[in-house]
């Protein structure tokens, strides 16, 4: 394995034929109005490690280019491919449409399994969690999570289990937990 530094981490720009071969999995990521740039970024480089397909970035949630975003992503931004939504619901909305071209946005015959990242009433721990994919995950505002309006469209909503005193985790680090438990569900072929 090779060992990089700061400094080439930030500034190593792929092959443009290098991303054209990626597999992209079909995971959809959905920042609803998540505000930390340093969470937003992470998220971006979180994208590239499971080879998500997209990212969409809503709300109030900042958007490239900023130096922050930039700096957190390692400059993954430049060839994750996101979008911007004027709200999470509308962007699942979008990658439903996207995918299953009239079919039901949540539940049996959806196109997509929606996953919502929250401690609610109706969650599930991250253990239990079973998904066909395609997949989209839903991360919240840091402060007040996942707006209602995806919570009640929701096929899933796990939490990850707190055995210590702090009640949560960062956004950008709950995402990274709950995509690579996603991960078990694609099949790789050698």
């Known amino acids: ?6 400094r080439q ?3 190593q720009e792929p092959d443009p034929k290098v991303i054209e071969r990626i597999k992209k999995n079909p995971i959809y990521i959905v920042l609803d109005n998540v ?3 340093y969470n937003i970024g992470s998220i971006f480089r979180l994208a590239d490690a499971v080879a998500a397909k997209k990212i969409f970035l809503c709300g109030e949630t900042e958007t490239p280019p900023n130096p922050r975003i930039k700096k957190a992503s390692i400059n993954t931004w430049n060839w ?3 979008e911007y939504a004027e709200t999470a619901k509308k962007a699942i909305e979008k990658i439903s449409k996207e995918q299953g071209q009239g079919q039901p946005l949540q539940g049996k015959g959806s196109p997509c399994k ?3 990242v929250e401690q609610h009433e109706k969650s599930i721990p991250l253990s239990e969690l079973k998904v066909e994919l395609p997949v989209v995950v839903v991360v919240g505002n840091e402060t007040y999570g996942v707006s209602k309006d995806v919570l ?3 096929d899933r909503i796990v939490e990850l289990p707190m055995f210590g005193i702090n009640k949560s985790l960062n956004v950008m680090v709950s995402c990274g937990i709950v995509l690579y438990k996603l991960t078990e569900f694609i099949t790789f072929k050698g």
Request: charged share 25%; net charge negative.
């Open 1 to 6: 394995m090779k060992n990089l530094n700061a």
């Open 9 to 11: 981490l930030r500034t």
């Open 152 to 154: 009640e469209i929701a």
């Open 114 to 116: 929606i996953v919502a």
């Open 80 to 82: 994750v491919e996101w």
């Open 35 to 37: 505000l930390d740039t």
